[in-house]
């Protein structure tokens, strides 16, 4: 075992890149300001530059390209979204059924436009395992999961139960009893696609700046530390980072999540662990325990981390010791053959959460203010749908996704988001949260002896999550 810091293993794997794009210095004009280069705003670019290869079209960012969760994520590619019951209630079942499609679809849709653009990024459609491994309480809840996603309109043909015997031929979990199978889910190097997108959108005629941080947005413009960008569309993607744009920062709550890589295993160890289709896979834990195996035969793994008063973001990608280990215990808790396996990378960062878990694509054209975010842990593929739906808004093209319920077409957002609460009360709120979680997660490991008790505590928990629902 390592001591900490350990570095972010997609930085560590992706092919280097020369010192960084120019900043924006003096007055530029563009038609669209782009405030952030993870997945958000390079897709939008994208989608922009590909309707509409006229436009001229500037990507600003504070750091380097993936700075923020996209070049730090999980790498899964879920073909599903958190907030979809928010989104979707008061939809009819036709009407789910088509979201859920899109969603699905989406997957399929990332895979094909690296390819179309030669974007080589590892992307692997593997599907996604929700086992129900570590203790006896997970197979209800992944049941009732399962019945959770046929109810938003996912089709059953696309999400399945596996019984155990089932379930031993994709994965071998400790104790598994079985599962959820999720066909579509894919996983992908983030930060090689994010560098791939990046070189393809300059190719396009996409001006990137890097260490351009903007400092204000106004109507028709941003102001960074060295510049001043005129546009007539200002897109801000800066999800979990948006902290110091105080326009956005009361209606996403930047998360902290934390991530351990293993050394690549030996053939023996996948002997006992399986995974020869490397799908992505979950427990049904709420402090969400998710990994895969990367096309260079490590694990990748990852667990929900907290969340830091006044809502700052993790810019820093280090992590401490305790939390490497905490991962590392959960990860050998899973597969028990992996006790003695090296931990050789860790890291961490911020992601998004919208008040009320709803994702939202947002166009405010009077003051020409567009943003996309609050994808609550599951961005990586939402970011692209989003990112496509924004570019519909913008350029006022009345699509399938502009009548898709995460669109929110000339709102500004006093309108359309809901603000957070002040602090101390949003800090409060989250500490209780995870404390209830990590308690139910300790008596449910314990199911026999505290069977009373469970239920009270599940219902507690409850209580809480419905504050910030
Ligand atoms: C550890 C971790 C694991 C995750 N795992 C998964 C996963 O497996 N699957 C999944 O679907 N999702 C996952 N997520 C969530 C997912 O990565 C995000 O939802 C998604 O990447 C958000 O993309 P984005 O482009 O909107 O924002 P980000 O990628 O966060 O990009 C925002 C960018 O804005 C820049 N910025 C901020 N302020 C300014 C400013 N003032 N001026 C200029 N630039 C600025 C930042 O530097 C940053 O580069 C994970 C997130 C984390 C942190």
New binding site residues.
């Given amino acids: 075992m390592n001591d900490a810091p350990l570095n972010n293993f997609w930085a560590d794997s992706a092919p280097g890149e020369a010192g960084p794009r120019p900043a924006l210095t003096g007055h530029h004009e563009a038609d669209v300001a782009i ?7 390079l897709w939008t670019a994208y989608y922009l530059k590909t309707l509409s290869p006229d436009l001229v079209i500037r990507v ?4 380097r ?14 073909g599903s979204l958190a907030g979809l019951s928010r989104l979707v209630d008061g939809l009819s079942r036709d009407e789910r059924r088509a979201c859920c499609r899109m969603l699905a679809d989406n997957v399929e849709a990332i895979g094909a436009t690296l390819a179309r653009e030669g974007i080589e990024a590892e992307f692997h459609k593997g599907g996604a395992i929700y086992a129900a491994a570590r203790y006896p309480g997970q197979e209800a809840i992944q049941r009732a999961y399962l019945e959770h996603l046929h109810a938003l309109g996912h089709a059953e043909e696309a999400c399945y139960w596996l019984d155990a015997a089932e379930l031993a031929e994709r994965a071998h979990f400790r104790n598994a009893r079985g599962g959820v199978f999720q066909r579509d889910c894919a996983t992908v190097h ?1 930060l090689k696609l994010l560098r791939g997108l990046a070189g393809r959108l300059e190719a396009m005629g996409v001006t990137i700046h890097e260490q ?4 204000s947005r106004h109507p028709r413009g941003v102001t ?1 530390e060295s510049g001043h960008l005129r546009a007539e569309v200002t897109v801000s ?6 902290a ?2 105080a326009e956005m920062q009361r209606y996403v709550l930047p998360v ?4 351990i890589a293993t050394e690549p295993l030996s053939a023996s160890h996948w002997a006992e662990i399986g995974m020869d289709g490397r799908p992505a896979f979950a427990d049904a834990s709420r402090l969400v325990n ?1 990994g895969h195996r990367t096309a260079d035969d490590r694990l990748v793994f ?1 667990a929900r981390g907290n969340y830091r008063l006044g809502g700052r973001p ?1 810019w820093g990608q280090a992590i401490p010791a305790s939390a490497v280990t905490l991962r590392r215990d959960l990860l050998v808790d899973l597969f028990p053959a992996l006790e003695g396996v090296k931990i050789t990378h860790g ?6 959460l919208s008040r009320r878990f709803r994702p939202h694509a947002l166009l405010d054209r009077a003051s020409g203010l567009a943003t ?2 609050g ?1 609550a ?7 692209h749908l989003f990112a496509r739906t924004l570019a519909d808004m913008i350029l006022e093209r009345d699509t399938d996704l502009t009548r898709m319920p995460w669109a929110m077409g000339d709102t500004r957002p006093s309108h359309g988001l809901r603000r957070w609460e002040p602090e101390p009360f949003r800090w409060l709120a989250a500490r209780l949260i995870s404390l209830s979680y990590a308690g139910e997660e300790a008596l449910m490991r314990r199911e026999r002896s505290l069977g009373i008790v469970r239920p009270a505590l599940a219902r507690l928990n409850d209580a809480f999550a419905s504050i910030i629902e």
């Avoid at 351009?212 to 400092?215: D, G, I, M, P, Q």
């Avoid at 890291?347 to 998004?352: I, P, Q, V």
């Fill in positions: 405030i952030g280069a993870g997945l958000t705003g600003l960012e504070a750091e390209v993936g700075h923020g969760a996209s070049g730090r994520n999980g790498g899964w590619v879920i983030p351009s941080r903007v400092r960074t993607a800066t999800e979990g980072y948006c110091g744009l902290q999540s934390q991530v998710y990852g993790t890291w961490g960062g911020s992601l998004g996309a975010g994808y842990g599951e961005g990586v593929a939402a970011s």
